[in-house]
T-cell receptor, first 114, second 119 residues
Framework: SQELEQSPQSLIVQEGKNLTINCTSS?????LYWYKQKYGEGLIFLMM?????EEKSHEKITAKLDEKKQQSSLHITASQPSHAGIYLC??????????????FGQGTILTVHP | DAGVIQSPRHEVTEMGQEVTLRCKPI?????LFWYRQTMMRGLELLIY????????DSGMPEDRFSAKMPNASFSTLKIQPSEPRDSAVYFC?????????????????FGPGTRLLVL
């Protein structure tokens, strides 16, 4: 089955700093999803990547999928306190018949100090 | 659309009691997922449905847990009897399998969760 490892597990940055969160898969990624979760709330969909080398941006958050489609990175430029939360990557496992099912990484806890 | 709706948002109960969590997926979505989130184990998939039919329940911890989806707009997750180790946040999510030009896309949209505490 698909396994996703996120690094770092937690991150503390000063407001205004850039940061990167990585998500590495044990298998080829056919679809990689990034979500953000604030404490006490559900997961909010950020972006989805499918093609090798693909890059998407939303406001100050950019996500990339490497050419080999086994690693994705999430980059935040000029971080703000509103970026704080837990970031999770999720991936589709095409190895079986599990259409619709995502496997999630353990999450990266981001703290942004004003 | 209102998004995925879950109720109750918070539930406190005593060990041995029955707990029922409810979910209304986004209209038109054909997949529904139940997850459990804890600090120790992270986000775990319990069970998911496609067109109201359970597809994979391998994540259901034990027979005390059961889930139903009687129609496209409603699902329940029941724990009977509940135990303190069941304390967690339970999320419902729904998705629509869309075959785009890049391949199948199955973005899941999550509800706000039910925070369960079993004393």
């Amino acid at each position: 089955s698909q396994e996703l490892e996120q690094s770092p597990q937690s991150l503390i940055v000063q407001e205004g700093k850039n940061l990167t969160i990585n998500c590495t898969s044990s298998k080829t990624l056919y679809g990689l999803y990034w979500y953000k979760q604030k404490y006490g709330e559900g997961l909010i969909f950020l972006m989805m990547l499918q093609k090798g080398g693909e890059e998407k941006s939303h406001e100050k958050i950019t996500a990339k999928l490497d050419e080999k489609k086994q690693q994705s990175s999430l980059h935040i430029t000029a971080s703000q306190p509103s970026h704080a939360g837990i970031y999770l990557c999720g991936a589709v496992d095409r190895g079986g018949t599990s259409y619709g099912k995502l496997t999630f990484g353990q999450g990266t806890i981001l703290t942004v100090h004003p | 659309d209102a998004g995925v709706i879950q109720s109750p948002r918070h539930e406190v109960t005593e060990m041995g009691q029955e707990v029922t969590l409810r979910c209304k997926p986004i209209s038109g979505h054909d997949y529904l997922f139940w997850y459990r989130q804890t600090m120790m184990r992270g986000l775990e998939l319990l069970i998911y449905f496609n067109n109201n039919v359970p597809i994979d329940d391998s994540g259901m911890p034990e027979d005390r847990f059961s889930a139903k989806m009687p129609n496209a707009s409603f699902s329940t997750l029941k724990i009977q009897p509940s135990e303190p180790r069941d304390s967690a946040v339970y999320f419902c999510a729904s998705s629509f399998l869309n075959h785009g030009e890049g391949g199948p896309q199955e973005t899941q949209y999550f509800g706000p969760g039910t925070r369960l505490l079993v004393l």
